[in-house]
């Protein structure tokens, strides 16, 4: 009897195809879908793993236009140093109910991460933003540079990273991905004038100093998925014009907006969602204080990003020679 196996991607795989795939647009199309009710986006779930051991993080979602639903698992594991955190993605069709494809994921996050901060950038920084600052230079910060360099005319690009001075390796990835950017000796100089901060770390604590700022910004924050994670202050966020990737669920998951609630902060608060920026029923930063977009990554990303892969790797017109 002949079973049907779904494609199964590793690593390699995903890395040789990330050039080309457009992840601008799938990810553009998916937040449009969720604003026309074309996609669902439910809460992601975190469970605690027995004996303190850590915890998986659940991220769902379903596109209809592409006619496809899946889940990516996304652990937390507590080690004697550094956590293992891995990442794969189940796409299967919503027409037959059969997996598509299993794919590692952990290429694939950065991409979308980085891809949706992009989007955000590109709604809600100034139109004449100059200057641009990221904290972090790992793989994710790396991306985030490449993603975000080409939407605005900017006249100086920061980065900063604490071992970065120090770690060729780094540099090298950071001045492949952006030639001009400049490497900063402090997060201080780094974010000095800063039209857009991106944090870019995987700091479950603050690493932005809240008078860092020397005039109004777009600060973007993804943090980590380590418990109530949060790279600013809880208690900033009543002073900000906040914006997230998707109102409905991030509030539930992001660590600051939990704890903001100390601080008279509420979710009611949110300005703006990336589906309504996208669709214009929201207003735009006025930039008489800080604006702040938190993404928490969400399964429909993971979909969206999965399903550009499969394309890619099942359509002759995609394959790489």
């Known amino acids: 009897m002949h079973t049907a196996l779904p494609l199964v991607v590793d690593e ?17 199309a998916m937040f449009r879908a969720l ?4 996609a669902v986006q439910p809460p992601q ?16 979602g379903a596109l209809a236009d592409a006619q496809v639903f899946g889940a990516k698992l996304s652990p937390y594991i507590v080690t004697g140093g550094k956590p ?16 598509l494809m299993w794919c590692d994921a952990g290429l694939l996050t950065t991409e979308r991460t980085a891809g949706t901060t992009a989007l955000a950038v ?69 974010v000095q004038d800063a039209d857009v901060v991106m944090l870019c770390t995987s700091s479950a604590t603050p690493v932005l100093p809240r008078d860092a700022l020397t005039k109004p910004a777009l600060i973007t924050s993804i943090s980590t998925n380590a418990a109530n994670a ?26 600051e907006m939990k704890l903001a609630a100390q601080h008279g902060w509420s979710p009611e608060q949110v300005k703006g969602d990336l589906p309504a920026l996208l669709t214009g029923t929201c207003a735009k930063p006025s930039y008489e204080r800080h604006a702040f977009f938190r993404s928490i990554g969400l399964g429909l990303e993971d979909v969206a990003i999965a399903s550009e892969l499969y394309r890619h790797l099942t359509h002759p017109e995609g394959q790489t020679q």
């Not at 390699?12 to 553009?28: E, F, G, N, W």
């Not at 604003?35 to 074309?38: G, L, M, T």
């Not at 779930?45 to 303190?52: G, I, M, Q, S, V």
């Not at 900017?154 to 400049?182: C, F, H, M």
């Open 45 to 60: 779930t975190l469970t605690l793993l027995p004996n303190n051991a850590g915890d998986f993080i659940t991220y769902l």
């Open 84 to 99: 293992i955190i891995t990442a794969w993605t189940a796409l299967m069709s919503m027409q037959t109910g059969q997996p």
């Open 230 to 255: 949060h790279e600013i202050a809880p208690s900033w966020l009543p002073e900000m014009d906040v914006y997230c990737d998707y109102r409905a669920t991030t509030p539930a998951s992001a660590g």
């Open 12 to 28: 390699q795989t995903v890395r040789r195809a990330i050039p080309s795939l457009d992840a601008r647009s799938a990810l553009t």
């Open 122 to 190: 590109d709604q809600l920084a100034r139109a004449d933003a100059k200057r641009l600052a990221i904290v972090g230079a790992g793989a994710v910060g790396v991306a985030h540079l490449r993603h975000v360099a080409p939407l605005r005319a900017w006249e100086s690009i920061r980065v900063y990273s604490p071992d970065l001075a120090a770690n060729d390796a780094k540099r090298a990835a950071v001045q492949a991905a952006g030639p001009r950017a400049e490497i900063s000796a402090s997060i201080e100089a780094c």
């Open 35 to 38: 604003a026309d009710a074309q």
